[in-house]
């Protein structure tokens, strides 16, 4: 009860941040319309279901990377993860309540990139949007494990892209193929990794 | 309280430093001076259990008892003095945690300015609401680095009340002078 209270408090805070500061959802936002707009005139007419939806994994994936090289800025620039860390609750809290905040950024620029997609393109089906979900879940787990790595590199702004990417390319394949029983093992393994590997993550930041 | 044995920290080829012993009873004050890159910060993040040391032994209290304010206040400049405080608040478990952070906050002089934006603060206000929120959880160890930086006259005095109070305190400067007379516990870094 008392790790459910902390990661609610800890998510509440970035999303009060973000209310604030307006700056990473719009972001998302815009960058997301502005890549399905691009496709849609790039590809041409009657190009196939299959290529416009790698498209939208595509734009989905480096959507989620502006979100996440945003997702740890306080704490970076104003040295919070330090004042984190050493409060006495679970560190695995601190990473949970980033991840969930970071999800809830995901799905508000998706309520809006997919049905643009389907709109740009050859519509909608239940099973891309469950897949998307599923993604989103694992793209906020390991993006946010990946995020804390980056404070704490020197190249962060490279070292973020450089573990993330390969490590979405399952996301792409689950995605694309709507593998939903796949992106659900790929959730289950990272989110528990994820949650396991913060502490280690940030014990010598 | 702490207990360093021939502590050393190395970053890669860099020494940071090295045979540091440190015996450190409750109650004492340990002043760490030294000029600007000497290390002191360094030991001051090993000592809050923030950096691993790479060499020697090393005795913490638990945690929760300890309170550490670096060069920068660590706290979120987008919220509030309030919101920063019940956070913490939240994550430090304190009971009663309205009543604490009021008094902290009247006392460090920032009560009337508490549902304002943090980023809005001179650097003298945030080095306040950083002492608050060292305090918040009423640690028995404190580490402070740095602590009178930026502070205006009041708030060096607001400063100089809270090393009354006893507790356990180690102090990085360069300016020793405000501190000097309650040390009981000295390393200085070349």
Known sequence: MTYAADVAALARKDLLLE??????LPSMLLFVIAALTIFHFALPSGTSHAAALGLLWAAI??????????????????GMLDALV?????????WLGK?????????????????AFAAFFSGLDGRTVAAVALAD??????????????VAGR?????????????AIPIVVGGVGGYLWFLALYDAIFVVLSWAAFEYVVSET | MIAARSLAKRYGEHRVFAGIDIDLRPGGFLLVTGPNGSGKTTLLRVLAGLAAPTAGSLRLPERHTVGYLGHEPLVYRELTPLENLTLFGRLYRLPERGARIGMLLERFGLWEVRHERVSTFSRGMQQ??????VLLHEPSLLLLDEP?????????????GVFDEHRTWVVATHEPRRVEQRATERLAFA
């Open chain 1, 19 to 24: 209310l604030r500061a307006k700056e990473t």
């Open chain 1, 86 to 94: 050493l409060a006495p609750c679970d560190r695995s809290a601190i």
């Open chain 2, 128 to 133: 306040r609401l950083g002492l608050c929120r």
């Open chain 1, 155 to 167: 190249a962060r702004e490279l070292l973020l892209p450089l573990l993330f990417l390969p490590m």
């Open chain 1, 61 to 78: 994936i480096f959507t989620a990377l502006l979100g996440l090289t945003r997702a740890f800025v306080a704490e970076r620039e104003q």
């Open chain 1, 99 to 115: 991840a969930l905040a970071v999800l809830a950024f995901l799905v508000a620029a998706e309520v809006v990139a997919l049905p």
């Open chain 1, 137 to 150: 879940i694992g793209i906020a787990s390991v993006g946010t494990l990946f995020g804390a790595m980056a």
């Open chain 2, 148 to 160: 009178y930086n930026a502070l205006d006259a009041e708030g060096c005095e607001l400063l100089d």
